[in-house]
């Protein structure tokens, strides 16, 4: 998963002006945003909503449970595959998070 990082701030600035340069000389330009990895459960459960997301990573050690224990509910009802991982930390590394 780790190619699946979210890009830093500099990365994207260098992928934007990347693609001004190519539309500017004329060029096609490079494809879309690669696929990254999104977090947050707001965030998550908008795109969980919108069908959206293609995975859904869901960590065993959440406190309060409660947060997430209606995720795989909505995500048998929207059709999209998730998995529980056994820890939050894991994740965590994934997103430049501490936990």
């Not at 979210?6 to 490079?30: C, D, H, M, N, S």
């Not at 696929?35 to 065993?60: D, N, S």
């Amino acid at each position: 998963l780790n190619k699946y990082r979210p890009e830093t701030a500099a990365a994207k600035k260098q992928r934007i002006k990347e693609t001004a340069a190519a539309v500017a000389a004329g060029k096609e330009a490079p494809a879309k945003v690669p696929h990254q990895i999104k977090f947050g459960l707001k965030h998550i459960t908008t795109l969980i909503e919108e069908k959206k997301a293609q995975l859904v990573l869901i960590a065993c050690d959440v406190d309060p449970i409660e947060l997430v224990l209606w995720l795989p509910a909505l995500c048998r009802k929207m059709d999209v595959p998730f998995l529980i991982v056994k820890d939050k930390a894991r994740l965590g590394t994934l997103v430049h998070q501490k936990t």
